[in-house]
């Protein structure tokens, strides 16, 4: 089992930028996949990036160019640099780690981002 905790959230006028933190309990790198979610008020969870033990990333087509996911083996730390911020990225923004042997995922808490004027 896996505890992720989730920090960065914030505040943000349009255009503005903001980076996550999600920092695991264990080694990262002994973790299969991370990635970083999203849930917009009254809309279902989506995926926005997600990094592989390998280093593959994939990216939701409405944040290529502007957000980047990336990891820092030695803080154990997941991070999504989000530049460019609009306020259609307004959402509940998690973590999560994913163990393809055993098919078990864990989530962090969440953490709120709201872009406004």
């Known amino acids: 089992q896996v505890q992720l905790v989730e920090s960065g959230g914030g505040l943000v006028q349009p255009g503005g930028s903001l980076r996550l933190s999600c920092t695991a309990s264990k080694n990262v790198l002994s973790i299969n996949e991370m990635g970083w979610y999203r849930q917009p008020p009254g809309k279902t969870r989506e995926l926005v990036a997600s990094l592989t033990h390998g280093g593959n990333t994939n990216y939701h087509d409405s944040v290529k160019g502007r957000f980047t996911i990336s990891r820092d083996n030695a803080k154990n730390t997941l991070y999504l640099q989000m530049n460019n911020l609009k306020p259609e990225d307004t959402a509940v923004y998690y973590c999560?780690?994913?163990?393809?042997?055993?098919?078990?995922?864990?989530w962090g808490q969440g953490t709120q981002v709201t872009v406004s004027s």
């Open positions: 999560k780690a994913s163990y393809y042997y055993t098919g078990n995922d864990y």
